[in-house]
């Protein structure tokens, strides 16, 4: 069975500093993907950005970008510039498709502070 | 808009009292699971669906049930149940086969007293 584990439970950055959020996860598989997903207070779950195992280049969307170790099962996540919005719980998550199951398994997530 | 419901969001209810948790989505996704959101342990997946009358067992299935009767609909039954059920539940659906985005809603806050 695949594992996530985040292993910061809290971080707290100034606004506009760079933060990285680390995620490490344990599997025999080649071909996965790979999650950020932030939750705000308001508990929504949002996707923040995706990564393919096969692909080597490292996924980016705005103020987010990861860095992807393959071969030592890393995924963290970077957030530049960061903003009073970027407040809230982010969680990694795997995702390796069985018999159809497009099952997510989480990490225990990190909780994010930016202070202004 | 693209969107997952749930109702009701939050619910406070008693031992043994059978419950449901409705879950409806308007993208036509034929892939539906439930979650379940603990402090310290992320979210788990309880039940999946992947396509109507197809559904199958999670991580931890045990007191709870689904159907898949309709595609768009996918409620959560709790028949019993017990104090240990409080938590956070979110039902997610994507288009089948993508493993791309799983679209999730607001989530329900649920007490068993």
């Not at chain 2, 969107?3 to 308007?26: A, D, E, F, W």
Request: aromatic fraction near 12%; proline fraction near 5%; charge should be positive.
């Amino acid at each position: 069975a695949q594992t996530v584990t985040q292993s910061q439970p809290e971080m707290s950055v100034q606004e506009a500093e760079t933060v990285t959020l680390s995620c490490t996860y344990d599997t025999s598989e080649n071909n996965y993907y790979l999650f950020w997903y932030k939750q705000p207070p308001s508990r929504q779950m949002i996707l923040v950005i995706r990564q393919e195992a096969y692909k080597q280049q490292n996924a980016t969307e705005n103020r987010f970008s990861v860095n992807f170790q393959k071969a030592a099962k890393s995924f963290s996540l970077k957030i530049s510039d960061s903003q009073l919005g970027d407040t809230a719980m982010y969680f990694c998550a795997f995702m390796k498709v069985v018999g159809g199951n497009e099952k997510l398994t989480f990490g225990t997530g990190t909780r994010l502070t930016i202070i202004p | 808009e693209a969107q997952v419901t749930q109702n009701p969001r939050y619910l406070i209810t008693v031992t043994g009292k059978k419950l449901t948790v409705t879950c409806s989505q308007n993208m036509n996704h034929e892939y539906m699971s439930w979650y379940r959101q603990d402090p310290g342990l992320g979210l788990r997946q309880i039940y999946y669906s992947m396509n109507v009358e197809v559904t199958d067992k999670g991580d931890v299935p045990e007191g709870y049930k689904v159907s898949r009767k309709e595609k768009r609909n996918f409620p959560l039954i709790l028949e019993s149940p017990s104090p240990n059920q409080t938590s956070l539940y979110f039902c997610a659906s994507s288009p089948r086969g993508t493993a791309y985005e799983q679209y999730f809603g607001p989530g329900t806050r649920l007490t068993v007293t």
